[in-house]
C-alpha cells in the first residue's frame, strides 16, 4: 500500500511538471461593448464586466503561482462569430471559445503575461491590437503599390528602404541618450502613428525587415540591433517597434504625402531637447526651433496655444543628409 501511495505521489509531482511545460492563452474581453456582445451567448455566464475582469486577474494570478507562461490574448466577439460560422461549430459553448482563443496569437493581439494589474494590462493590449492593426494596414497599402511604371522598382520596397536610411540617420544624429520618436502620417483612411523607444550610448544598426510578413517583425535578437559606433556600442531597440515605425514612415515616402516626424531626448543632467521634421517629396526636412516650438505648443484641437514645458529645450530638426541608397524616389 504505502509503495502505491508513493508511486501515485510520483506520478502527481511529475503531472504537475509537465504541466509547468505547457502555455496557456487567456482571451480577454477588454471592454463594456465586446462583453456585452459575448452575454447573448446562454454559456457565457458573467453578467457584469468589473466583476468579469477580477476573475480574469484571479486566473491570470493562479496561473503564474503554478509557474505556467500565459499568453493573454484579445478576444474579438465579431471575428468569433466569423470563426464559428466557418468551422461549423457552435458559438454558444465553451469549447468553441477555447478552440477560438488558442488561436488567436496566431494572428491576433496577444501579449504576455508578467505579473501586471488587471487595470494595466487591459491598455497594453489595447495598444498592442491598435498597433498590430496600424502595421497591418501600412503593409497592405506599401504591397498594393506595385512596381515603378518607369524604373520597374517595387515601390514599397524601395520606400521601406528609404525610411530605414532615415531612421538610421535620425538615430545617428541624435546621439547618446534615451530617445523618442512619433512618426504621424495621413492616410487615405486614417491617421497613421508610430511610435518608437530606443536607447544608445552610440550610433544604432537598424534592422534590415521588409513589409512583406507579420513573421518579419519577430525576427532578430530581442531588444538589442548592434553594435554601432565607436567601440561597438550597442543601441537598444525593439525590433517589431523598429519595423512598424519605418513601415509607417514608409507610407509618407512611397505616397509622398504631408506628415512628420519628432524626437525628444533625454541625458542625464541635461534638458530634454525636442527637435522636428516635415516629410516632404519622400524627404525629412528639418523643422526651424520657431516651428518646433509651435508644433509642442499649440492644441492639435482647438489650435489655441499651450504653456511650453519647463526643463525642455525646443531644438531646430538636424540635416539627416543625402539620400544615398539608390532607391525609386
Known amino acids: 500500500m504505502a509503495h502505491t501511495d508513493h508511486s501515485e505521489h510520483t506520478f502527481r509531482t ?22 456585452t456582445a459575448m452575454r447573448r451567448y446562454r454559456t457565457f455566464t458573467f453578467d457584469d464586466h468589473a466583476t468579469y475582469l477580477r476573475q480574469i486577474d484571479g486566473l491570470l494570478k493562479s496561473l503564474a503561482s ?34 477560438f482563443t488558442a488561436r488567436i496569437p496566431g494572428s491576433g493581439a496577444a501579449i504576455a503575461y508578467t505579473g501586471q494589474p488587471i487595470d494595466s494590462l487591459v491598455p497594453q493590449l489595447i495598444s498592442t491590437a ?52 512619433v512618426c504621424s502620417i495621413p492616410a487615405v483612411d486614417e491617421q497613421l502613428l508610430a511610435v518608437l523607444h530606443t536607447e544608445h550610448p552610440g550610433s544604432p544598426e537598424i534592422p534590415d525587415r521588409g513589409p512583406e510578413s507579420p513573421d518579419n517583425r519577430r525576427d532578430g535578437p530581442d531588444g538589442l540591433d548592434g553594435p554601432g559606433g565607436p567601440g561597438g556600442a550597442f543601441a537598444r531597440l525593439d525590433p517589431s517597434r523598429a519595423t512598424e ?52 505648443c499649440t492644441d ?18 538636424f540635416d539627416l543628409g543625402s539620400d544615398d541608397t539608390g532607391t525609386h524616389r
Open 14 to 35: 511529475a503531472r504537475r511538471g509537465l504541466r509547468r511545460e505547457v502555455p496557456s492563452t487567456v482571451g480577454l474581453l477588454a471592454d463594456e461593448q465586446d462583453f
Open 66 to 99: 503554478q509557474g505556467v507562461h500565459t499568453t493573454v490574448a484579445l478576444f474579438d466577439p465579431e471575428e468569433y462569430a466569423e470563426f464559428c460560422a466557418e468551422s461549423g461549430l457552435d458559438p454558444d459553448t465553451a469549447d468553441s471559445r477555447g478552440r
Open 130 to 181: 491598435v498597433r498590430r492593426a496600424t502595421w497591418e494596414y501600412a503593409t497592405t497599402l506599401l504591397a498594393d503599390l506595385g512596381e515603378c511604371a518607369d524604373c520597374g522598382q517595387d515601390i514599397g520596397r524601395a520606400a521601406f528602404d528609404r525610411a530605414s536610411h532615415l531612421l538610421f540617420r535620425l538615430l545617428e544624429g541624435a546621439g547618446s541618450g534615451t530617445h523618442h520618436l
Open 245 to 296: 515605425f519605418v513601415t509607417v514612415l514608409a507610407v509618407g515616402i512611397a505616397l509622398e504625402s504631408a506628415g512628420g516626424v519628432v524626437l525628444r531626448t533625454t541625458r542625464a543632467d541635461d534638458p530634454d531637447r525636442l527637435h522636428g521634421w516635415r516629410l516632404q517629396r519622400g524627404s525629412l526636412v528639418p523643422l526651424t526651433v520657431g516651428e518646433v516650438f509651435s508644433a509642442y
Open 300 to 317: 492639435a484641437d482647438t489650435g489655441e496655444p499651450v504653456s511650453p514645458e519647463s526643463g525642455v529645450e525646443y531644438c531646430a530638426g
